[in-house]
């Protein structure tokens, strides 16, 4: 079992299946979310849990935090009861999908109190969370993304070091323009060959093995086909993210036509009342047709 004490802070979706992991990897794991009742299980499992966010970052070597919204990372690292209020040293690593500037503003704060920071965003959605196959994208200093690569290791597979703090955020914000554009181009694709009579199992098998193959097509569209809506990702953190990069690509002054559109179609989804259904549920605005 290795001596770092690592403290995870949300116990959602993504988080539980990270927390999981580390434990398999012989990580000890301290845990907190704003919901106790949540996280019994994994309590059961031999997480410790603290009641505060400060009182986990005392008594953890590395703090990773998993939260649904920017608002929630502030809270976690700036508010009355947040981390930085009880750590010195150590490590910080949000591995939410945030802003970049927060992602700076935390890294700015850690290094008055002698802490490493870094961003690590992640993708591969509940399953890569459970399987421990994720794809990590971090911004920070390079010497404390090294220190780290056995942790991230037991999360995921694919681990990169993009540059300075919020470079790991501005990476996964790419990840979400592709996501968003592929994953109206899947939902057509099966549309398309439903209405037309084919047999939608095979369109996605063959697809898969050709150039139109994507992570998207091969997870989400048979569950697309099944109506399962459960998330592995939800709609209205999708929305969030969409929206955090917009903000990025206009102060760049670059126009992304592609992703304006997927957050039409999802905002319309999520007035609906679907905004806690798994991204895959858009594939319901193209078959209502």
């Not at 106790?36 to 400060?54: N, P, R, T, V, Y």
């Not at 590395?62 to 649904?68: E, K, N, Q, R, Y």
């Not at 690590?120 to 220190?147: C, H, K, N, W, Y």
């Not at 990476?171 to 109206?184: C, E, F, G, L, T």
């Amino acid at each position: 079992m290795s001596t770092q004490r690592i403290g995870f802070i949300g116990t959602g979706v993504m988080g539980s299946g990270m927390i999981r992991n580390l434990q398999k990897a012989g990580y000890p794991v301290n845990i907190t979310t704003r919901t106790k009742a949540k996280a019994e299980e994994l309590i059961q499992e031999g997480c410790h849990w603290f009641d505060s966010q400060a009182e986990l970052a005392a008594q953890s070597d590395v703090v990773i935090s998993m939260v649904g919204y920017p608002q929630d990372v502030e809270s976690v690292y700036f508010g009355e009861h947040g981390v930085f209020r009880g750590k010195q040293g150590g490590f910080v690593i949000d591995m939410t999908t945030s802003s970049p500037s927060l992602a700076k503003k935390i890294y700015a704060q850690a290094q008055k109190q002698g802490i490493q920071a870094l961003d690590a965003p992640v993708s591969g959605g509940d399953i890569g969370a459970r399987q421990g196959t994720l794809a990590i994208m971090a911004g920070g200093d390079e010497a404390a993304f090294e220190g780290m690569k056995p942790i991230f290791s037991a999360m995921g597979q694919t681990l990169t070091y993009f540059g300075p703090a919020g470079s790991g955020q501005y990476a996964k914000m790419s990840n979400q323009i592709a996501i968003a554009s592929n994953m109206m181009g899947v939902c057509e694709a099966m549309a398309y060959a439903k209405k037309s009579g084919l047999d939608p199992e095979k369109v996605i098998a063959t697809l898969s093995a050709g150039a139109a193959g994507s992570w998207s097509l091969a997870n989400l569209a048979p569950r697309m086909l099944k109506g399962d809506t459960k998330p592995g990702f939800y709609i209205k953190h999708f929305l969030k993210d969409m929206r955090i990069a917009i903000e990025s690509a206009e102060e760049m002054g670059l126009d992304l036509p592609g992703l304006c559109l997927a957050k039409k179609l999802y905002d319309q989804l999520a007035a609906q009342g679907m905004e806690n259904c798994g991204t895959q549920a858009l594939f319901q605005w193209y078959d209502r047709q």
